[in-house]
């Protein structure tokens, strides 16, 4: 789920973003050069718990961050965040899933509390945190070592969420649930890959259907990723006897316009395959022989499919294994068994360095949206 996060962050700027979170009281810490990049979408940034405090405590309170006070005597320092709409809507994100699996807390079972929350865990388990937002409180807890050393096995909802269940019920609090929505927020069904309101979308272009919380029934369309494409739908010629796509210099009959709703190419080795290009797209016309970066998928050269792989009798080197694309004009990204591990560039190859026994799962793929797979089994 990290990546509609980064790309959300793209398309508004993230020094866009770091100002606005800045302005509502929560000050970031940013190492290097100090400048906000799209690691803020993946919590590549110090802040401090309290701080953190001011600005998730918008949610309960119409969207309005503030600093927290020592006195009650102490002024209110105040600022806007979100729209009344918008911290309504997170809100009842977070609250989705309940703080405890089993709605066991009298806290919470009996008294029906409203509790929006969220966890976290750094790099390396060197913190753990969660922030909770009740119509009352907003309580943040946070678990790891003053000199900054991993703690190994500790996570968010393992480690800190405990301690806020023990103290949510502690607190005096009242029958309250959460704010009531407002009139503006709609629940509406969206469809897929498009991104519009159903209501509103053919059903050819709707390949699945959501439900998503929209203020003023607009719903953002999914953003266009694909250089080469001008628009989505995409507007296609199609031979009218065959049902073949043509280009303009090699339509040879009498064609018709078609449109086809493509998904993200970014989306397009996670895919059912009826959701594919090559699936979408019909077959191109045997005039029209010219390749095409919509529809052909990237080759592995360097290890076969299924194959089985074992050093030689008495070698007590390395295993290495060194892969290269056949298809591609661009760079391209790696995974190994499911983990990012490297980006390389059109024509490079890729070397797998110290591989031990066991199943290999790797796959590649470029921002056109062409990819290969390939298992392998190391002896």
């Known amino acids: 789920m990290n990546v509609p996060a980064v790309q959300v962050l793209s398309h508004l700027g993230a020094e866009k973003f770091a100002a606005k979170i800045e302005n509502a009281g929560l000050k970031l810490y940013i190492p290097g050069q100090g400048k906000p990049s799209l690691s803020l979408?993946?919590?590549?940034?110090?802040?401090?718990?309290?701080?953190?405090?001011?600005?998730?405590?918008?949610?309960?309170?119409?969207?309005?961050?503030?600093?927290?006070?020592y006195l009650p005597e102490s002024p209110r320092e105040e600022r806007y965040l979100l729209s009344?709409?918008?911290?309504?809507?997170?809100?009842?994100?977070?609250?989705?899933?309940p703080i405890e699996a089993r709605q066991k807390s009298p806290f919470l079972k009996k008294e029906k509390q409203w509790v929006a929350f969220k966890t976290g865990t750094s790099?390396?388990?060197?913190?753990?945190?969660?922030?909770?937002?009740?119509?009352?409180?907003?309580?943040?807890?946070?678990?790891?070592?003053?000199?900054?050393?991993?703690?190994?096995?500790?996570?968010g909802r393992r480690t800190a969420v405990p301690m806020v269940r023990n103290i949510l019920q502690l607190?005096?609090?009242?029958?309250?649930?959460?704010?009531?929505?407002?009139?503006?927020?709609?629940?509406?069904?969206?469809?897929?890959p498009?991104?519009?309101?159903?209501?509103?979308?053919?059903?050819?272009?709707?390949?699945?259907?959501?439900?998503a919380w929209l203020i003023n029934r607009v719903?953002?369309?999914?953003?266009?990723?694909?250089?080469?494409?001008?628009?989505?739908?995409?507007e296609i010629e199609v031979e009218i006897d065959s049902g073949k796509r043509v280009f303009s210099t090699c339509r040879k009959t009498a064609t018709r316009v078609e449109e086809v709703a493509l998904w993200p190419v970014r989306l397009e080795p996670w895919l059912n395959k009826r959701f594919k290009r090559k699936t979408l797209l019909p077959e191109l016309s045997e005039g029209c022989n010219r390749r095409s970066q919509m529809t052909q998928d990237l080759i592995i050269a360097g290890v076969k499919d299924k194959s089985q792989i074992k050093r030689p009798p008495g070698s007590s080197l390395e295993l290495e294994?060194?892969?290269?694309?056949?298809?591609?004009?661009?760079d391209l990204s790696w995974l190994v068994n499911g983990q990012w591990y490297k980006k390389t560039q059109a024509g490079e190859s890729l070397l797998l360095k110290a591989l031990d026994a066991g199943e290999y799962l790797v796959m590649v793929f470029n921002h056109q949206g062409q990819s290969a797979t390939i298992r392998f089994r190391v002896l």
């Not at 807890?141 to 996570?155: H, L, N, Q």
């Not at 959460?178 to 509406?188: A, D, F, M, S």
């Not at 290269?324 to 661009?330: D, W």
Request: glycine share 10%.
């Open 41 to 69: 979408a993946l919590g590549g940034v110090g802040v401090k718990l309290y701080e953190l405090i001011s600005v998730y405590r918008a949610l309960a309170v119409d969207g309005i961050a503030g600093k927290p006070r």
């Open 194 to 211: 498009l991104g519009k309101l159903a209501a509103i979308t053919s059903k050819q272009h709707c390949h699945q259907t959501r439900q």
């Open 84 to 97: 009344p709409e918008a911290a309504w809507v997170m809100g009842e994100i977070l609250a989705a899933v």
């Open 321 to 330: 294994l060194s892969l290269s694309v056949i298809g591609s004009q661009s």
């Open 123 to 155: 790099y390396g388990h060197r913190d753990a945190w969660v922030v909770a937002v009740t119509p009352e409180y907003t309580i943040a807890v946070w678990v790891g070592k003053p000199d900054g050393t991993p703690s190994p096995g500790e996570f």
């Open 171 to 192: 607190l005096p609090h009242e029958k309250r649930t959460g704010k009531r929505k407002p009139q503006q927020v709609t629940l509406e069904n969206i469809c897929w």
């Open 219 to 234: 719903s953002p369309v999914t953003p266009r990723q694909q250089q080469w494409v001008e628009q989505n739908p995409l």
